[in-house]
């Protein structure tokens, strides 16, 4: 076990240190500097701003030094936005972002699996049928179309819902819908799926005929095993869910994150877009580590190391 | 006593001349009652019968054809824009309606099909080109080559998809080609996962073997034994790629890193279109969001069908 945790931790920081050379690099491809393109400014304010962002060092000492802040998390300051660091506006739209998304992975993880396990309780019956075509719907509506849907519906036509922004539970129901069909639709079929297999194994048979009451046979023997493929599911997930909440945060005016995100690829602040790339795949790394780490632990079958020994 | 021994007492009772030979006909017997079907013919039988599957093929090749045929009989030009006819409804005029430029939505629809059917297909041939030698190299090497092969893909299917595509398309700058680009960069790497295993698998089958004592070349036997009989899986995950790029396609012209006018895709439109629910233009959102919905649908229900079809074990 302590061996596998310390390959993939291995594998987790390669990927990491990709993924900031990859940004790094990707950002001094750009042609011009990013100081050039508004208005006229003197040769010696050039040179200033150029000094005062190190622009003005050899590639090799901006990289190495690039490495060196953000491994003690400090991302630099904003291009665009020069009074606000990066890691201020990290830290001020996470906590709304993290809020939106986990609400949004617990929504999404509740009714996904109720739906799954009362279609393959009902098999090819209608309830089966029907959750299907909703999961199927689920996965084919893009999430800016379900928002503006929502929004059409429930917020302008019927105003039961507010429009925008994120202040109290009443402005959360919305984007969290918004959010979660996706995720909710695959998780729904693939409980479906991975039900229907468990309850044809011949320990259910089983404890049938020990005459176990039906709920106890669904919720103690089948759902517990049929839970595991779900959890493989969990890393990719939370990427959707974490792209989504561009989209969802850019549509509600919600001050997370994904707006920030969202602004600096519109004003081409690098800083900004190198600083939270590396914030999210950290977080999505991280996330899949834990997911695989959880799946060995709750799959015994799943020996993660080769060794038997004794 | 009596009715113990009675089971065994009761069979011999029975008298021989109770018993006639039946006829034999080994002919019938060995005869094959079920008409020799290949693989595909017999995917293709079994897809058929998907009513679900066929009907999003069916969808899938009318707006194909649509798409080519749509500009042509509408009477306006989709990026020809006629200020007096801003934000119309729809009507016998204008089909779909119009947009706040005045140009006309149904034609636009299509030219946007036309868009984003191309990237989709794009990235799934490109995908698959990639994908099928770099796995098929890998699964077919096997040892240190694969271990190394597979060590580069692990670390690339770790990078955030959506992420990475961002990040290209802000260095290259907007556009179709940047789309496809950023797309396959990283896409191909599924396509990789699947090839490798199922090369992994195929390449122990006896058939193989006997290919390889006649001294087949290597070329030929990933191209003839190998590739066919993992082209089912193959097929799936192209089937399932294309709404993928098609919606992170939209998802790009959605943050304003897509397709750029005078060129508009589903994604754009809807993007461009999002003001529009607070106005009450609902055409303007509701036409592009119908068909991306419609397309991502029937793409996902022919992929389920493909794979059921596609999978021997289901085969009855």
């Known amino acids: 076990m302590l061996k596998y945790i310390g390959k993939r931790l291995g594998a987790m920081v390669i990927t990491l240190w990709v993924i900031i050379t990859l940004t790094f690099f990707l950002m001094h491809a750009i042609p011009g500097s990013p100081f050039n393109n508004e208005r006229a400014t003197s040769e010696a304010v050039q040179r200033n701003l150029e000094a005062f962002y190190h622009l003005d060092e050899p590639l090799y000492v901006q990289y190495f030094s690039y490495i060196q802040s953000v491994v003690t998390f400090d991302f630099g300051p904003s291009i665009k936005k020069p009074a606000q660091s990066v890691n201020d506006m990290l830290g001020r739209g996470f906590p709304v972002s993290f809020e939106l998304g986990m609400v949004t992975l617990i929504v999404a993880v509740i009714s996904g699996i109720t739906l799954g396990v009362i279609a393959a309780l009902r098999h090819n019956g209608f309830i089966d049928y029907l959750a299907m075509t909703v999961a199927v719907l689920g996965i084919s509506i893009p999430n800016f179309v379900m928002a503006t849907m929502l929004i059409q519906q429930l917020a302008v036509n019927l105003p039961i819902f507010p429009v925008a922004t994120w202040s109290s539970p009443m402005h959360m129901v919305l984007p969290t819908l918004a959010l979660a069909t996706g995720p909710m639709a695959i998780i729904a079929r693939l409980t479906r799926s991975s039900m229907l297999e468990v309850l044809t194994q011949d320990y259910i048979r089983t404890a049938k005929a020990k005459g176990l009451k039906p709920v106890t046979i669904v919720f103690r023997h089948a759902l517990r095993n049929a839970l595991l493929p779900v959890v493989t599911v969990l890393g990719t997930l939370a990427a959707s869910i974490l792209t989504g909440t561009f989209v969802i945060e850019k549509i509600f005016a919600i001050p997370g994150m994904g707006k920030y995100f969202v602004e600096s690829i519109n004003t081409r602040d690098y800083p900004v877009i190198m600083g939270t790339t590396v914030f999210y795949s950290s977080i999505l790394i991280v996330m899949l580590f834990l997911v695989d780490i959880a799946y060995g632990i709750l799959d015994p079958r799943i020996k993660l190391h080769k060794k038997e020994g004794n | ?316």
């Open chain 2, 1 to 316: 006593m009596e009715t113990q021994k009675h089971t065994n007492d009761t069979y011999t009772d029975i008298p021989d001349d109770w018993f006639s030979p039946k006829e034999k006909d080994e002919r019938k017997a060995e005869a094959v009652v079920r008409p020799s079907l290949s693989y595909w013919q017999d995917a293709w039988k079994r897809l058929l019968k998907n009513k679900l599957a066929m009907s999003g093929l069916v969808f899938l090749v009318l707006l194909t054809i649509m798409s080519f045929v749509g500009p042509l009989i509408s009477p306006h030009n989709g990026s020809e824009q006629m200020l007096a006819n801003q934000n119309l409804a729809p009507s016998s005029e204008f089909w779909f309606g119009t947009d706040e430029l005045g140009r006309d939505v149904f034609t636009r629809v299509w030219e946007g099909a036309q868009v984003s059917l191309f990237v989709g297909l794009a990235a799934a041939l490109i995908d698959f080109a990639i994908g099928v030698a770099y796995g098929g190299i890998a699964g077919y090497k096997g040892g240190r080559t694969d271990n190394v092969m597979m060590r580069i893909v692990e670390v690339l299917y770790g990078l955030p998809y959506l992420l990475v595509v961002i990040l290209i398309s802000v260095v290259m700058g907007p556009g179709l080609f940047t789309i496809i680009f950023a797309l396959s960069i990283t896409g191909w790497v599924g396509m990789a996962r699947i090839v490798r295993g199922q090369v992994l698998q195929v390449k122990n089958y006896e058939f193989v073997m006997a290919s390889k004592t006649f001294g087949t070349k290597t070329g030929r036997i990933i191209r003839k034994n190998l590739l066919p009989n993992t082209m089912g899986p193959i097929i799936v995950q192209m089937t399932l790629t294309v709404p993928s790029a098609i919606f992170a396609e939209a998802f790009l012209s959605f943050l304003g890193l897509g397709i750029q006018p005078p060129l508009a895709s589903w994604g754009s439109m809807a993007n461009d279109a999002l003001t529009s629910i607070l106005t009450g233009d609902w055409w303007r959102l509701f036409f592009p969001a119908l068909f991306i919905s419609l397309t991502m649908f029937s793409f996902n229900v022919l992929g389920d069908g493909l794979q059921d079809a596609l999978d021997p074990k289901l085969r009855r």
